[in-house]
DNA sequence: CGCGGTCAAGTGGCT
DNA sequence: AGCCACTTGACCGCG
């Protein structure tokens, strides 16, 4: 089991997301910028390895402006050795990497332009992992997307652009994850059944919609659509309800007895774990000491 | 130099 | 009808 948290690390004086207004483009800023994000990317994984968090997710921010057309500058030329680097030092310390494409990236959009731009961003996301050189372990997470008031229509809808949009290298690394308000376990499971992409499991969006699983068969369920040799083992964001505001919203700091509780219900189940927690490492250190004392590392 | 409005992009639920 | 939340705030103009 691996344990890490998304994109920031909070203890380290630098961001791997920086970025600019669209208005102050220039290639001369956006080289700046990735070089700065680099940087600090390979200082935040140094951090990981010290305190023993394997798991981490890269922000989408690491290239500015990647899918958009202002930006047409050859950056994977001009970065590549530096994300090799970056590639290496993962594969050394044998470290599971994902990314998370934002809001913005739907397939299964009834505009044109919607749908496109989410394929230059998958295909932008994929990218930086291929040019990481890392294996099909590294992964790609998104939603389901909307339903448009007609969701079996919408998941059609996506395994379509699945099937006759999406290049190789997104589909090697594409996995959809439960949601909290459109879709359920069971729609992933039916967009599982019509692409293979394995599911990723967030237990709060699944306390949050759900058909009425058990949390540890939720699991099963989840962990069944991955093949290990080929996609890893599986992947869930973890989180809990803050307390008194609207559902769905995150925590601010680890209930370390809850996450115990989650992991003595999931006992024996292997996967690794994405801490989504507002404070981030600190929260993400506390669920390794936890899960070491139950001798799950 | 600090504050706060705004930023490429979407969707749906809540107030 | 508008705001908010979402994997993550950061940029930049203005006083």
Excluded at 101 to 120: M, Y
Excluded at 141 to 161: E, N, P
Aim: charged fraction near 25%; charge should be negative; proline fraction near 3%.
């Amino acid at each position: 089991m691996k344990i890490g948290y998304p994109c920031i690390n909070q203890s380290l004086d630098c961001t791997s997301s920086r970025t600019f207004r669209l208005a102050s483009y220039s290639d001369e800023r956006l080289i700046e910028t990735v070089q700065l994000n680099l940087t600090c990317l390979q200082r935040i994984l140094e951090y990981n390895v010290q305190h023993g968090l394997y798991f981490f997710r890269l922000t989408s921010d690491l290239v500015p402006f990647a899918s958009h057309e202002v930006n047409q500058y050859n950056w994977q030329e001009h970065f590549k050795e530096q994300f090799v680097q970056l590639g290496n030092y993962i594969k050394q310390h044998n470290m599971r990497i994902s990314m998370h494409p934002d809001q913005f990236v739907v397939l299964n959009s009834p505009n044109p332009q919607t749908v496109n731009n989410s394929i230059a961003e998958l295909v932008y996301q994929a990218s930086i992992l291929d040019l990481m050189e890392l294996d099909t372990t590294a992964r790609l997470q998104i939603h389901g997307g909307g339903a448009y008031g007609d969701k079996g229509s919408a998941i059609d809808r996506f395994a379509d652009v699945y099937h006759t949009r999406l290049p190789e290298s997104v589909k090697a690394r594409l996995c959809v994850e439960n949601d909290d308000r459109t879709y359920s376990l069971l729609d992933c499971l039916r967009l599982h059944e019509l692409t293979g992409m394995p599911i990723i499991f967030d237990n709060l969006h699944h306390e949050c919609v759900n058909n009425g699983e058990p949390m540890r068969e939720a699991v099963e369920i989840a962990a069944s659509t991955w093949q290990p040799d080929r996609d890893g083992i599986l992947m869930m964001d973890y989180s809990a309800q803050a307390p008194a505001e609207r559902k769905g919203k995150h925590v601010q700091t680890i209930s370390e007895e809850l996450f115990h509780d989650f992991l003595v219900e999931t006992e024996g189940l292997d996967m690794d774990i994405m801490l989504e927690i507002k404070d981030k490492e600190a929260s993400a250190l506390k669920a390794v000491a936890v899960a070491g004392s139950l001798g799950r590392l």
